[in-house]
Nanobody
């Protein structure tokens, strides 16, 4: 059964960094764009970042722009989300998801409904 698995979350102090991983099992990510979203308790799911199938194109949401880097390694069938300077407001479950189709318009990469496969999420908790 195809699935996405996120790892790398944890509990850290403000200012720390984390690297989240998203690996496809039974699902090749090679021709797919990958997006990362997060959802804090009692809040709506929020777009964080997306990367095109080749890794050549990226898009970042406003909430973490400048503190996040997304990348993709097709040889590892994985995508990554590097988070730096984490703050308590970054506490959330972080999800990766995949979508096909063309990259443009880039605004479509920010819409959760455009993604067809989702992982279970990894918890990131940031203490002050």
């Amino acid at each position: 059964q195809a699935r996405l698995v996120e790892t790398g979350g944890g509990t850290v102090q403000a200012g720390a960094s984390l690297r989240l991983s998203c690996v496809g099992f039974g699902e090749s990510l090679e021709k797919l764009s990958v997006g990362w979203f997060r959802q804090a308790q009692n809040k709506e799911r929020e777009f964080v970042a997306a990367v095109s199938w080749s890794g050549a194109n990226t898009n970042y949401g406003a909430s973490m722009k400048g503190r996040v880097t997304i990348s993709k390694d097709n040889s590892q069938n994985a995508a990554y989300l590097q988070l730096i300077a984490l703050q308590p407001d970054d506490t959330a479950v972080y999800y990766c998801a995949t979508r096909g189709g063309i990259w443009n318009p880039v605004e479509r990469t920010e819409m959760a409904d455009n993604y067809f496969s989702w992982g279970q999420g990894t918890q990131v908790s940031v203490s002050s």
